[in-house]
């Protein structure tokens, strides 16, 4: 039943393989699916790879217990033969069927062992198919996603321009705009310069006397400041040398 179900599986495995690496793609996106897709199936082809790794240790294990089993039985019919004593001659016998027992269970699990490892060496290979085949979709995203992306921005130019072409059709020329806003700008001096000027009002006489009388003593202090300058060095030439 075990060897059934291995068998089984294997099947699925290769079967899903084939169809992988016979499925065709026209998107980068469907492109991306398929790699996962492969990546899946290789998962799943390790994992019968594993599984078949395993059951042939089995075998091994199970010849390696039963080949025992014989050579002990082998040993007491040796020594019973040996004897020269006729009583144990059916003992002998017994052991001996037993013997051929052994060996037809040694010789069917050599079989299963010998099939198994033909199952797990092409399991191997269809890993490493579907690796390399791997490999090379990994190698081939890159450059559609490359091609991807320049023919993206080689459409945002061409958008771009077109956006640019059809203003420069619609919208007057610059010197059009400034003429208009320099008209506006003199407009609105013309407007700010009639304001300014309802605004401003003659001074009354107390106020220009008000401001002489704050001028002359700024000069009287300016005066005074440079006076105090002017006679420590007047005192420093008069004073006599040492």
Not at 43 to 54: I, K, P
Not at 126 to 131: C, H, R, S
Not at 215 to 228: C, F, N, S, V, Y
Request: hydrophobic share 40%; glycine share 6%; charged share 25%.
């Amino acid at each position: 039943m075990a060897e059934t179900l291995f068998q089984k599986a294997r099947i699925i495995y290769m079967s899903k393989m084939n169809a992988l690496l016979d499925k065709g793609v026209n998107t980068p996106e469907g492109f991306k699916q398929h790699i996962r897709d492969v990546e899946s199936a290789m998962a799943d082809l390790r994992a019968g790879v594993d599984e078949a790794v395993g059951t042939g240790n089995g075998y091994k294990r199970q010849i390696n217990e039963l080949t025992s089993q014989r050579a002990s039985k082998q040993s007491d019919i040796d020594l019973m033969l040996g004897d020269s004593d006729p009583s144990n001659d059916e003992a002998a016998l017994q052991l001996q069927l037993k013997v051929g027992d052994l060996d037809e269970q040694i010789t069917s699990l050599q079989q299963l062992q010998a099939d198994n490892e033909t199952e797990t060496a092409q399991l191997q290979q269809a890993v490493n198919q579907l690796e390399k085949k791997h490999q090379e979709m990994i190698q081939d995203l890159d450059r559609i996603t490359l091609k991807a992306a320049s023919t993206k921005a080689r459409d945002r130019a061409s958008s771009a321009l077109e956006a640019a072409v059809a203003i420069s059709n619609t919208v007057g020329s610059v010197d059009n705009i400034e003429g208009r806003i320099d008209h506006d700008n003199d407009v609105a001096k013309a407007r700010f310069d009639r304001v300014v000027g309802g605004l401003q009002t003659e001074a009354s006489p107390e106020e220009a006397a008000k401001l002489a009388r704050a001028k002359a003593a700024l000069e009287a202090r300016r005066a005074q400041i440079a006076g105090a300058a002017a006679t420590p060095a007047a005192d420093a030439v008069a004073a006599p040398s040492a």
